[in-house]
Structure formats: structure tokens, C-alpha cells
């Protein structure tokens, strides 16, 4: 599966915005799908993560009651709402797939997920 992502930019502190990561390929309904994120000198950490179906979620702790993941199967996307936005969350966001878990499974580590996007810088100036 090919990941697609955007939505990312310039936000004051308070704000919100909704990434999106489209994918291609067959395979999206049976991909446990994550956001990543990676500030500058930072390692990558996942912030959400949801599984096959969308019944199961993760969130990282310092955006839960922030951030939600949800995911559209039918339209190959999977998205994340950020709100109350902090300057700490300025990243380049990145979605990522595990195209081979079951259901129930979500990841939240970077070995777990074999597909990768691009990456989108999200700035959220104080």
C-alpha cells in the first residue's frame, strides 16, 4: 500500500487541523494504520494509532482529549483531527500501515509498520 499525507501547516497555538494520509492498493481495509510524528532532534513517536476496523485506538499521553484518528475504509484514508493545538506539537507527521494485522491489532512503534508516507510539516506558533 502506497501512503499519501497532508493537510499539514502554519497554525496559531489554540488552533486545529485534520491530516490526511490516502491510500493505494487493495489492501487498506486489512492495514492497522498509525500517525508518527518527528520534531526537530527528536526520535519519531507515534501519537494514534487504530486497527483494521477502527474499533481499537492509542494515543500517545500528551495529545489524548487532543488529537482523534478515525479512518474511512471505503475511501482509503485515515485521518487525524488535532485540536487545541500546542507549539510543542510542531512535527513533520507521518502516516504509517501494518499490512499484514489482524482485526484487533494496532502498532505503536516504527518496526511494526512496513509502509510509510511522506511526511507533513505541521508548525503551531505560540
Known amino acids: 500500500v502506497q501512503l499519501q499525507a497532508s493537510g499539514g501547516g502554519l497554525v496559531q497555538a489554540g488552533g486545529s487541523l485534520r491530516l490526511s494520509c490516502a491510500a493505494s492498493?487493495?489492501?487498506?481495509?486489512?492495514?492497522?494504520m498509525a500517525w508518527f510524528r518527528q520534531a526537530p532532534g527528536k526520535e519519531r513517536e507515534c501519537v494514534a494509532a487504530?486497527?483494521?476496523?477502527?474499533?481499537?485506538?492509542y494515543y500517545e499521553e500528551s495529545v489524548k482529549g487532543r488529537f482523534t484518528i478515525s479512518r474511512d475504509n471505503a475511501e482509503k484514508t485515515v485521518y487525524l483531527h488535532m485540536n487545541s493545538l500546542k507549539p510543542e506539537d510542531t512535527a513533520v507527521y507521518y502516516c504509517?500501515?501494518?499490512?499484514?494485522?489482524?482485526?484487533?491489532?494496532?502498532?505503536?512503534?516504527?518496526?511494526?509498520?512496513?509502509?510509510w508516507g511522506q511526511g507533513t510539516l505541521v508548525t503551531v506558533s505560540s
Open positions: 492498493g487493495r489492501t487498506f481495509s486489512r492495514c492497522a
Open positions: 504509517a500501515a501494518n499490512d499484514r494485522a489482524i482485526l484487533t491489532w494496532l502498532g505503536t512503534s516504527r518496526s511494526e509498520h512496513g509502509n
Open positions: 487504530v486497527s483494521r476496523g477502527g474499533g481499537w485506538t
